[in-house]
């Protein structure tokens, strides 16, 4: 439609040239050209008035809407505009009664073109502008998808970090310049990836090989399973008791999640694992089970904060959460559900293992004394032991699971902090 006062074009790197007639003449019809220094390069002959795009982005989108009101704009954006660009952000700010999206082949179609693969399932995970953390379990068990990269995760950079994570049954391929003159494109294993430069427009498709595997990992693993300190093992919660755990915390997808007193950091593990792009924050103040953790991270390719720290030391570093799980204590049991209750966000969750009567008295007071609703869980099991040719069963400590539940506001459930009440405990084992 030609009466939108904003025209959002997407280019590719040959710029004018990958343009049609009808889509020049947009853009020659507008008063004022907004773009990228090397985006406006592109467009020598435009005649009315070029502008950078000014910064942050929300000065860009107030300056062009502004702009607009009096003179018809248009808006230069690399490939879709509405793929990880600025056409999504103009039309939800404007209206789409006022913004025209004109959208071009993206880089990721051409990549996945020059690779000759289908992509209709392959997910694009942007690693532009974004920390690398979390991409071992984002990318764990995909048989391909696209990554679109910037100057800090490069693909050398990519390469390293899934060399750290064994994830070696992955190629990749990289295509540079896209649709562009220096075009150049190519595909890589791992170890060749980590010492190769690229030019800066680069787009990345990671593809598992056809003989190759990803490990399988189910719920309720093991806990033979995880690396542990020796020789005191079994400083581990337990998978029967991880599993009901995490039942109790009920995790949805972008959930934050505390794990305070991680320890061999299994529950956060199996916590990322069966639930799509949780965010765990783990505190654990041995620093040899801190050790074990970063093995079990690896192993079971699950990337996730963990600090080491006496909770509640560590927490103010961390996002407020939607979950909390305390498998141990330092003795500051009522302390550390009082700040975790004060920033647990609405609907959150906190679950307490206590495996003595006394923390599950504690921990059932204190949290109703905070507002939040309280349940409790005895968890009582047996494992089948051999003894000569026959099989007996050994039973395992019980352990309380106490479960609280806001169902208020983060304020309606403050207790001033003269209302702590005070613990000096001995920290409580794992169960």
Known sequence: MTDKKVVVVGIGDDGVKGLGDAVRDRIRACAVLYGSERQLALFPAFTGEKRVFPTPMRVAIDEIDQVSATRPVAVLASGDPLFFGIGGVLTKRLGHHRVDIVPHVSSVQLAFA????????????????????????????????????????????????????????????????????????????????????????????????????????????????????????????????????????????????????????????????????????????????????????????????????KAPDGLERFPDPDAVFIGGSGGELGELLHICANRLRAGGRIVVNAATIENLYEAYQTLRELGLTVSVTLVQTARSKPILNLTRLEGMNPVYLVTGMLETTNQETHIPETHIPATNRAREEKS
């Open 114 to 309: 020059r690779a000759g693969l289908s992509w209709q399932d392959a997910p694009v995970i942007s690693l532009h502008g974004r920390p690398i953390q979390g991409f071992a379990q984002k990318l764990h068990n995909r048989a391909c998808v696209a990554v679109l990269t910037d100057d800090v995760n490069t693909p050398g950079a990519i390469a390293r970090y899934l060399l750290e994570y064994g994830m070696t049954e992955y190629d990749a391929f990289v295509g540079e310049h896209l649709g562009g003159e220096q075009e150049k494109t190519g595909w890589y294993d791992l170890q060749s990836l980590s010492d190769a430069s690229f030019a800066a427009l680069n787009v990345v498709i990671l593809r598992r090989r056809d003989d190759a595997s990803s490990p399988v990992f189910t719920l309720g693993m093991d806990d033979s399973a995880f690396s542990q300190r020796k020789p005191d093992r079994g400083l581990i919660t337990k998978r029967e008791v991880r599993v009901l755990s995490l039942a109790e915390l009920r995790l949805r997808p972008g959930d934050v999640l505390w794990d305070i007193g991680a320890c061999t950091g299994s529950v956060s593990i199996e916590a990322i694992l069966s639930t799509p792009d949780l965010q765990v924050f783990a505190v654990e103040k041995n620093e040899g089970d801190l050790v074990n953790l970063r093995e079990n991270q690896v192993k079971f390719r699950t990337d996730f904060v963990a600090v080491h720290a």
